[in-house]
């Protein structure tokens, strides 16, 4: 992420208040006391005393450019020992600091001074107000991000905000775009959304995105982006006439994954068809069979097809190959993860639906939520070993805690599961990660309040949900939070059908009436979204698309991530989950083959428990078998 802070335009003036704002000692040079003689100073000082020399020697430091010591000391102060012109110059170095570091929480405490009674000057307030809009982009909170950097737009704070409002903006989903509208009926606020929606809906259409740009300026003549565009969007120009026409598609027509590449063609042809019956630019499809041919081979079939982009393949060892290679013949989106631990290919994309990464979501919430010592449920298979070891060192690294580890036989007793996991002692975990089927999963709630610990919150995997509202089965299940696809949970996820993305396709696919089924169709349509944009994914590395299993955006090694909207159960339904925090994740299910999609279709769900083998595409995926 770029941050603004060499492009601020404060006037002269106000630099010189900022500076007579800091006190006198921000103008000191060599004849003052260096950093280090303050803080041995400070050593054998007391209270306000200790407190002010720290400050000054985190201002000296910032000053000369070590923001990582600077930031270490402000950020040990305790603020309510100083003065009311002590705190206004230790929330300015902080936050400076901070930002340089991106620490946005650092900027966050600093910038609480904006909501105390501390007097401000006019210039510190902007400045403050300017570096928490900042941080908040930085700690995954862009509609806040958004909503307070274009405050500052509209009230005419001197910065060059265009670039900075389009980083956090343009990464908000369709309910947050509206909620930013439905607050700010000014013609900024207003103008800045409908920019937004555009740039979304383009479809990778780059021509006709430039075409609604000039109606929209005619809308908005007045509007800061009308005068100079973010240059993410000056950037798009460059992709004029290079937008992809025809797409070549390697999936099996036989072979243990004929089924599952069946419904993610369906969910591809579908979402196809319906672009084009709305009248955008949609790229052609010419599929190719890649059941008994070569890599190679099949790429020299799509060059001669015409093709500028490929999606597939999607076994598993052919990503695996692909990825080692140096670059790929046309730029290709894998359905699939191969098993190294980074992609090496350029133009090669890998994307799935990955167990893992919603293993990691779950980790990084949990500890968001202020959680930091983990019970761990997963079954005791090679499936779960991989699940468990992705959850444990996100968790770990955020510097969370393992209290207690049991890896459960799936067809065994959850009684004794629970038991064992609460013998170590029950007070020493805080949260509990539950990876389980529907038919085990709810019955961990009930044991854990026989054992007297109905308090633990639990958080777990899309696995335990079985895709339609089943309020009598799921009633043991209130409580526990979990993460899923938008299609799976409209109502939790953006508040219904209506406002899914893609919802005319979903409409036409959901009718099947297999949860399992509509997830392979809607990695299918994601597919599909993802393809036709990556000429603008490969310009802009942090293009994100609201998509129907999630919101994607390209690692730097081409991995395609996603995030998920969380659900909790209550009632025995999926219901929206009104606190948020920023997360990563994806979906998975038991695993006939190799690893290609976590969608968990009943007919692929035959197995019993004690064979839960999660059908995961990622890395780290191996045959579990």
Request: include cysteine.
């Amino acid at each position: 992420m770029r941050y603004a802070l060499r492009r601020l335009l404060l006037p002269l003036a106000a630099t010189l208040v900022l500076a007579g704002c800091a006190g006198q000692n921000m103008m000191q040079g060599s004849s003052g006391p260096s950093a280090q003689e303050l803080l041995e100073q400070a050593q054998g000082q007391s209270g306000q005393q200790a407190a002010a020399s720290r400050l000054e020697a985190a201002d000296i430091l910032a000053r000369q450019g070590d923001t990582a010591q600077a930031l270490q000391i402000a950020g040990q102060i305790d603020s309510s020992q100083l003065d009311s012109g002590q705190r206004v110059r230790w929330a300015m170095v902080l936050s400076d600091s901070a930002l340089a570091e991106k620490d946005g929480q650092s900027v966050i405490r600093a910038t609480d001074i904006l909501d105390s009674t501390t007097e401000l000057s006019t210039d510190d307030r902007q400045t403050l107000r300017y570096r928490r809009g900042m941080a908040l982009s930085m700690i995954g909170e862009p509609e806040a991000a958004a909503r307070l950097l274009i405050d500052l737009q509209r009230n005419n704070a001197p910065y060059e905000l265009n670039d900075d409002i389009w980083t956090p903006l343009s990464s908000l989903s369709p309910p947050a775009l509206n909620a930013l509208a439905a607050t700010g009926n000014d013609p900024i606020t207003q103008g800045w959304v409908d920019l937004a929606r555009l740039y979304r809906t383009s479809g990778g259409d780059i021509s006709n995105l430039f075409d609604r740009l000039d109606q929209w300026r005619s809308r908005y003549p007045d509007h800061p982006a009308n005068r100079r565009l973010p240059k993410d969007l000056s950037a798009l120009r460059q992709l004029e006439g290079n937008e992809i026409d025809r797409i070549a598609v390697f999936l099996p027509s036989s072979g243990p994954l004929a089924n599952i590449a069946s419904a993610i063609r369906q969910g591809l042809e579908t979402r196809a068809s319906d672009a084009r019956n709305q009248g955008e630019r949609t790229p052609g499809l010419t599929f190719i069979d890649s059941s008994q041919q070569n890599i190679d081979a099949l790429y020299a079939q799509a060059t001669m097809s015409g093709a500028q982009a490929v999606i597939g393949p999607l076994d598993k060892d052919k990503v695996s190959e692909l990825e080692t290679r140096s670059d790929v013949p046309l730029p290709t989106l894998a359905l699939n993860y191969g098993e190294h631990p980074r992609n090496q290919a350029t133009n090669l994309f890998q994307y799935g639906l990955s167990a893992e990464d919603e293993a990691r979501q779950v980790a990084q919430r949990a500890y968001l939520d202020g959680h930091h010592r983990a019970g761990i449920m997963v079954p005791d298979n090679e499936w779960g070993s991989r699940i468990l070891a992705a959850f444990r060192q996100t968790w770990e690294s955020d510097g969370g805690s393992v209290a207690s580890v049991v890896s459960y036989d799936p067809s065994g007793s959850v009684a004794t599961a629970v038991r064992n996991l609460l013998n170590s002692d029950p007070s020493s975990m805080d949260m509990l990660f539950l990876l389980a089927l529907p038919s085990y999963a709810r019955q961990v709630p009930p044991t854990l309040d026989f054992y007297y610990a109905s308090n633990l919150p639990i958080y777990a995997t899309s696995h335990l949900y079985e895709g339609t509202p089943q309020p009598r089965a799921d009633h043991d299940l209130n409580g526990v939070q979990f993460l899923d696809i938008p299609w799976m949970i409209p109502d939790a996820a953006v508040g219904g059908t209506d406002a899914l993305p893609f919802a005319s396709t979903y409409q036409q696919l959901v009718g099947e009436g297999d949860p399992g089924l509509l997830k392979l169709n809607a990695m299918g349509v994601d597919a599909y979204e993802l393809a036709r944009r990556l000429p603008l994914i490969q310009a802009l590395p942090n293009t994100q698309i609201f998509g129907a299993t999630g919101t994607l955006q390209a690692r730097d090694d081409g991995r395609i991530q996603r995030k998920l909207p969380w659900a909790l159960f209550q009632s025995g339904s999926p219901q929206p989950l009104l606190t948020t925090s920023p997360s990563t994740s994806t979906d998975s299910l038991p695993k006939p083959e190799d690893g290609a999609a976590n969608a968990t279709p009943q007919s692929t769900r035959n197995s019993s428990n004690s064979d839960l083998n999660g059908f995961a595409m990622d890395a780290d995926d191996d045959n579990a078998n």
